[in-house]
């Protein structure tokens, strides 16, 4: 099987994988059916509007104040 790419692209690359992709129409099917699924939904926020507004509202008049606990534990994650 030739691959039909320049030999510059091809000198560069350690392994060359070759998917072949064989017709199987229930499997295609399925496929799709579940790719389109999420379209077809009707989707609703997971939030009411007015609710979420007052949150924010909210949030930005709050100044949290880290403790040394919370800074170490934050540091031990990145360590």
């Known amino acids: 099987m ?19 992709d064989e017709p199987n129409p229930q499997q295609d ?9 999420g379209l077809k939904e009707e989707k609703k926020a997971p939030l009411d509007k007015d609710i979420l507004r007052k949150y ?4 930005k008049k ?3 104040q880290w403790t040394t606990a919370a800074l170490d534990i ?6």
């Open 2 to 20: 030739q691959i039909d790419l320049p030999p510059t692209i091809i000198n560069r690359l350690d392994l060359i994988f070759v998917l072949i």
């Open 29 to 37: 099917e399925a496929i799709v059916d579940e790719l389109l699924k």
């Open 56 to 59: 924010i509202i909210y949030a």
């Open 62 to 64: 709050i100044e949290p």
């Open 74 to 79: 934050v540091k031990d994650f990145y360590i």
